[in-house]
């Protein structure tokens, strides 16, 4: 299982955390405006199954999540699965992302051919009081 974890300040070659505030196009300061952090991840593998590296998730503060990756089988009609879990400072799980417009929390990307590498862009969504306590994912995954 891939896992994002953070020692002294610093991330672990596992994965790389980037904290930011998006700013409108103007560049001035709004309150309107929403702070995100991005959470990255080295090369996973699940039986026949990649995701390549610098697979990101990017969580914003008002509860949305999306996802940018690259995935690939070695087999075709594969389907990458993926869960993704928001940590607390400690590692406890807070809950797991849901699927955009679902409670599901169980993301799928069908891999039909056999070596061919797949771009994947999924959203979903959390709670937004969670968002100060987010410190850390974690991604469970199944090929």
Not at 22 to 34: F, I, M, N, Y
Not at 114 to 143: T, V
């Amino acid at each position: 299982m891939g896992t994002m974890r953070r020692i002294a300040g610093m991330a672990t070659a596992m994965g790389a955390l980037t904290l930011g505030l998006a700013l409108p196009a103007t560049g001035a300061a709004d309150a309107s405006a929403l702070a995100w952090k991005r959470f990255s991840w080295n090369t996973i593998t699940a039986g026949d199954c990649a995701m390549s590296s610098g697979a990101t998730w990017t969580i914003r503060s008002d509860g949305t999540a999306d996802f940018d990756g690259t995935v690939s089988s070695r087999d075709g009609d594969d389907a990458w699965l993926m869960w993704a879990r928001l940590k607390d400072a400690n590692g406890a799980v807070l809950a797991d992302i849901q699927v955009a417009n679902s409670t599901g929390t169980k993301f799928v990307k069908g891999l039909p051919r056999a070596w061919q590498r797949y771009r994947w862009f999924a959203r979903g969504h959390f709670d937004p009081s969670l968002y100060p306590l987010i410190k850390h994912m974690s991604l469970a995954k199944h090929c």
